[in-house]
């Protein structure tokens, strides 16, 4: 693909300030990874032979075998999203008779949307400064008489401490689910992300590190969890009778999301080496840059290298936000890290006020740099070599876009 790099930038050249984009396509913080389109195609063959296009079908079924295999859980349930599967689930597992839900407010923008869906009320909790995880200390401030479910959702780098909040659950006898989207790849001290708690939700949309276009999928050891998320996802049918469970859904994975994601799921040790090359560039570059450091993946077990986070330190020159906005100015789709967090949203559905001062800190500090497959060394020296004319100058590039926008 031509990317169309534009000459190294000077001040002046900045695209905030009128010059042109260092890049004519954009390059964003999807991972929108593809498969050998062959590959893709003999998948997809299997369901244009049997006419099987959705509801259970062969390629769903062996995607669902495979996922099971290699999160070292028993069983495994497809969506057609992330966010379905998550409210199925949750559903499914809160204690009933009480409302709340515990979830991190540093983490995925759409997660309150998700408990509203639920009807439960979410209780924000906060993270721990160094990992940016919530942890089994930050959730047991916020168990009450009304928890019904706790929402571990993994950090974008690195994990949370499974076992910690798996003794919380048992000692409390709330249930425990984890979001472990961004941290799919990853394997911890104590086992693979998907095996832990009561169950873990995924999603395969194609910004995500397994892309079927779109899709989700839940592994669970339970057994009869298995079986009623299986209804759910089927419209609640129980049996031929028309029996229903409550509050059943379409929310099928359809044949052609699976084959993406089996393709893609083959090629993914090549994806995980490209992705640990970008890092690496990444990481050695920006360590010459001060007020600036990537977030280092732990290494000592599997970890996807798919997510660049850098956080922006005191010494770095200007904002994060208005760092962020002179790199989207250049068609560098830099994106803030999960700010503002849900505590601090604009939200027109019930939820618990608090002011998480830790949280409230962070979200102004992380800043997710381009990665995924459209990523390249070439790319990143770009990045890399505006990150460092914004450290030197951002002084001078603040004082000319204030100028400017008094004029
Ligand atoms: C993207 C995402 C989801 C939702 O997945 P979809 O498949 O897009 O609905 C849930 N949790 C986290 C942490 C995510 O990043």
Known sequence: MMKNISAEKSIESLACLDGVPMFSVPISTSNLVQPEFERFLSYSKVFFKNRHYTNNGELVRKLEQRLADFHEAKHCIAFCSGFWALVLTISSLAKE??????????????????????????????????????????VRECITEQTALILAVHPIVNCCDPVGLENLSNETGIPLLFDGVESAYERTQSGKVGSFGNAECFSMHASKLLNGFEGGYVTTDDDALATKLKMLRTF?????????????????????HAAMALANLDELDKQISKNKENYYQYLTQLRGIPGIR???????????????????????PISRDLTVDILNAENILARAYYSPPLHLKKMNYPHIKSSLEVTKGLAERYVLLPCGDFIGAQEIDSVVSLLSLIQVNGLDIHHSLTLRSKC
Do not use: H
């Not at 990537?294 to 005191?314: G, M, Q, R, W």
């Open 236 to 256: 609640g049918f129980k049996g031929k009778d028309n029996c229903f469970v409550a509050n059943g859904l379409n929310a099928k994975l359809n044949e052609v």
């Open 97 to 138: 008779g009480r409302n709340e839900i515990i979830i991190p407010s540093l983490t995925y923008r759409r997660m309150a949307d998700i408990a509203a869906w639920c009807k439960l009320t979410p209780r924000f909790c906060e993270v721990d400064a160094d990992t940016l995880s919530l942890n089994e200390q930050t």
């Open 294 to 316: 990537i977030l280092e993946f732990d290494e000592s077990f599997d970890t996807s290298y798919k997510n660049i986070v850098a956080e922006i330190t005191p010494d770095w």
